[in-house]
């Protein structure tokens, strides 16, 4: 092993927006914030727990995907017991479907226009 993993970064134009999206999906918090950058990490957590990270990106062009023009360049995916319950759940965060003609996953955009995946099955 070279290093460990610390944290998944996602450029975005709103940093507390997009921390305030997935630590409601994924049951996180905000533990560190600069003016231009959050981490979340698991509650009451500790220095070596992985966190993601919303860096500020005001020039943003967010992925088109499944259009090429923009290509998705990361996602998520985030597995789920009830894909109806869950699908309920993010779209009331502000969430767009994406598609959810695939077996075992559905795929949405966040607020930003970063695709993630809802894995079921």
Do not use: K, N
């Not at 998944?8 to 997935?22: G, I, K, N, S, T």
């Not at 005001?58 to 109806?84: K, Y």
């Amino acid at each position: 092993m070279i290093g460990r993993l610390e944290t998944v970064v996602l450029d975005c134009p709103d940093p507390r927006a997009a921390a305030e999206f997935y630590a409601a999906v994924l049951g996180l918090e905000i533990v560190r914030e600069d003016d231009d950058w959050i981490d979340l990490g698991p509650p009451g957590g500790g220095p070596d727990d992985r966190r993601l990270s919303f860096q500020l990106a005001p020039d943003l062009v967010p992925p088109t995907w499944p259009d090429p023009t923009v290509p998705q360049q990361l996602h998520l995916d985030i597995a789920v017991d009830d894909i109806s319950a869950a699908q309920d759940a993010v779209l009331g965060l502000g969430a767009r479907l994406i598609s959810d003609d695939h077996d075992g996953f559905r795929v949405y955009a966040d607020p930003a226009g970063h695709p993630f995946c809802l894995t079921y099955g």
